[in-house]
T-cell receptor
Framework: DSGVTQTPKHLITATGQRVTLRCSPRSGDLSVYWYQQSLDQGLQFLIQYYNGEERAKGNILERFSAQQFPDLHSELNLSSLELGDSALYFC??????????????FGPGTRLLVL | GENVEQHPSTLSVQEGDSAVIKCTYSDSASNYFPWYKQELGKRPQLIIDIRSNVGEKKDQRIAVTLNKTAKHFSLHITETQPEDSAVYFCAASKVGPGGSYIPTFGRGTSLIVHP
């Protein structure tokens, strides 16, 4: 158990809908990263937050957005869902600039199926 | 941006044999190289990592080597066991605009260890 939690574990929805994925980092970690894992694209970095602020953006679609709250949990919002958005979504956390910032610990993931 | 190539995509070995997975990266600014093991349906778990100021690192049956000049790094697993069967991902990380390490992952190697 990495100490990173994600909810829900599974999500089934329809095209055009909007969903919210939630992540709680390890105790003490300030950085949260979101990743999408699909068969054809592999593990892709989406976005990173550090202590409530967006720090880096990767291959994140405009239909997707995220935020990190004062208690450091983060939410990834996926809207106007398409079949191709079906994937495993992982969040990971790390300490941040004051500590071992390189090492990321992954949560168990949310499996999203868009029908 | 960074590009990470990982080979082979599938590796089948007999229990007790050694397994080697190789990765190359393109961006000389990358300076942190983690390896993750992902069992089916589970989260990626960090198994070993290496920083660019070190050429080799070992942890029991697992070792990683790094050649900065050639921009490649490898994972070596000795005395493989059936429980080593999983998908292994390499990553090359560098500090992003926000000051945090952002990894680029390889496409993964499916390791199968036959009893």
């Amino acid at each position: 158990d990495s100490g990173v939690t994600q909810t829900p574990k599974h999500l089934i929805t329809a095209t055009g809908q909007r969903v919210t994925l939630r992540c709680s980092p390890r105790s003490g970690d300030l950085s949260v990263y979101w990743y999408q894992q699909s068969l054809d694209q592999g593990l892709q970095f989406l976005i990173q937050y550090y202590n409530g602020e967006e720090r880096a953006k990767g291959n994140i679609l405009e239909r997707f957005s995220a935020q990190q709250f004062p208690d450091l949990h983060s939410e990834l919002n996926l809207s106007s869902l398409e079949l191709g958005d079906s994937a495993l979504y992982f969040c990971a956390s790390s300490v941040g600039p004051q500590g071992d910032q390189e090492t990321q610990y992954f949560g168990p993931g949310t499996r999203l199926l868009v029908l | 941006g960074e590009n990470v190539e990982q080979h082979p995509s599938t590796l089948s070995v007999q229990e007790g044999d050694s397994a080697v997975i190789k990765c190359t990266y393109s961006d000389s600014a990358s300076n942190y190289f983690p390896w993750y093991k992902q069992e089916l349906g589970k989260r990626p778990q960090l198994i070993i990592d290496i920083r660019s100021n070190v050429g080799e690192k070992k942890d029991q049956r697992i070792a990683v080597t790094l050649n900065k000049t050639a921009k490649h790094f490898s994972l070596h697993i000795t005395e493989t066991q059936p429980e080593d069967s999983a998908v292994y991902f390499c990553a090359a990380s560098k500090v992003g605009p926000g000051g945090s390490y952002i990894p680029t992952f390889g496409r993964g190697t499916s390791l199968i260890v036959h009893p």
